[in-house]
């Protein structure tokens, strides 16, 4: 049996309308008058800028596919979160809108994750632009020699090719490792967000400042390592080998990097 989605999509605006609080009128009460829970029809129109006909004929499947334009003037009128309004566009036989940049909050949760880690492993947090947005005190004390300055100071890519203290961190193997992941991941970055400034001017940095970067990019390579192994340089312990594991926080674009000790066999 097929699935009429366009009842899907209707009756998903009737439920989003009858959750929604009446606009408040002095010395009135939102719901004098009203039959109904939510707003009338009328009042989300007028909120989405659209007309009243049409808007009962989305609710009661009579329009064809609504534009995108119009689902994001409902999603807007609806005050839905990111979750809801790519809902409302997959029942409207739409593709969920890409996001234009990685969100700069870290979940609360993720940040007790992180922490609670301190004294097992380290760990650290970044943004779909490869900018690291926290890490705990055991990824701080191992990654200082990657620390950077100035406007892409955080960016891993840029620390890649510009930080002094990389083989100081990586043996040759893992300079290798690390070089081939930062420019694949920037690739992935720029297609994913083709109009951020940011990632368009660390580009422009790193072309001019870094011949590496520069050959690196043109070999154009593009791929996804979410395991790997890797030896690194403890301050205090030497060369430790770990197991990193990349966990991804999607709706914001996070990344979350563990660096799991291996332990000896």
Same mark, same amino acid.
């Given at each position: 049996?097929?699935?009429?989605?366009?009842?899907?999509?209707?009756?998903?605006?009737?439920?989003?309308?009858?959750?929604?609080?009446?606009?408040s009128r002095?010395?009135?009460?939102?719901?004098?008058?009203?039959?109904?829970?939510?707003?009338?029809?009328?009042?989300?129109?007028?909120?989405?800028?659209?007309?009243?006909?049409?808007?009962?004929?989305?609710?009661?499947?009579?329009?064809?596919?609504?534009?995108?334009?119009?689902?994001?003037?409902?999603?807007?009128?609806?005050?839905?979160?990111?979750?809801?309004?790519?809902?409302?566009?997959?029942?409207?036989?739409?593709?969920?809108?890409?996001?234009?940049?990685?969100?700069?909050?870290?979940?609360?949760?993720?940040?007790?994750?992180?922490?609670?880690l301190e004294?097992?492993?380290?760990?650290?947090?970044?943004?779909?632009?490869?900018?690291?947005?926290?890490?705990?005190?055991?990824?701080?004390?191992?990654?200082?020699?990657?620390?950077?300055?100035?406007?892409?100071?955080?960016?891993?890519?840029?620390?890649?090719?510009?930080?002094?203290?990389?083989?100081?961190?990586?043996?040759?193997?893992?300079?290798?490792?690390?070089?081939? &992941? $930062? @420019? +694949?991941?920037?690739?992935? #970055?720029?297609?994913?967000?083709? %109009?951020?400034?940011?990632? *368009? !001017?660390? /580009?422009?940095?790193? &072309? $001019? @400042? +870094?011949?590496?970067?520069? #050959?690196?990019?043109?070999?154009? %390579?593009?791929?996804?390592? *979410? !395991?790997? /192994?890797?030896?690194?340089?403890?301050? +205090?312990?030497?060369?430790?080998?770990?197991?990193?594991?990349?966990?991804?926080?999607?709706?914001?674009?996070?990344?979350?990097?563990?660096?799991?000790?291996?332990?000896?066999?």
């Amino acid at each position: 049996m097929v699935r009429d989605t366009r009842s899907d999509l209707g009756g998903y605006l009737r439920h989003r309308r009858a959750e929604m609080t009446p606009p408040s009128r002095p010395g009135v009460a939102p719901t004098s008058h009203r039959r109904v829970p939510g707003l009338r029809r009328q009042e989300l129109a007028d909120l989405a800028g659209l007309s009243v006909d049409y808007y009962i004929r989305l609710e009661q499947g009579r329009a064809t596919r609504p534009s995108r334009d119009v689902l994001a003037a409902l999603a807007r009128a609806f005050g839905l979160s990111k979750a809801e309004r790519d809902h409302l566009f997959r029942l409207a036989g739409e593709s969920a809108p890409l996001p234009t940049a990685p969100d700069h909050r870290i979940r609360p949760g993720i940040l007790r994750l992180l922490h609670s880690l301190e004294g097992v492993m380290p760990a650290t947090v970044h943004d779909g632009r490869l900018d690291v947005l926290a890490l705990n005190a055991d990824a701080a004390g191992l990654l200082g020699p990657l620390r950077g300055e100035g406007p892409y100071g955080r960016n891993i890519v840029y620390q890649c090719f510009t930080a002094s203290g990389l083989r100081d961190l990586l043996d040759d193997d893992g300079v290798e490792q690390f070089t081939r &992941v $930062a @420019v +694949s991941e920037l690739r992935t #970055a720029l297609g994913r967000y083709p %109009e951020d400034e940011y990632l *368009r !001017s660390l /580009f422009d940095e790193l &072309v $001019a @400042v +870094s011949a590496a970067f520069r #050959a690196r990019w043109e070999q154009g %390579e593009i791929g996804a390592w *979410r !395991s790997a /192994f890797k030896r690194l340089r403890h301050p +205090s312990l030497g060369w430790v080998s770990v197991d990193t594991e990349m966990l991804h926080d999607p709706e914001p674009d996070h990344w979350i990097m563990l660096y799991a000790p291996r332990v000896p066999s």
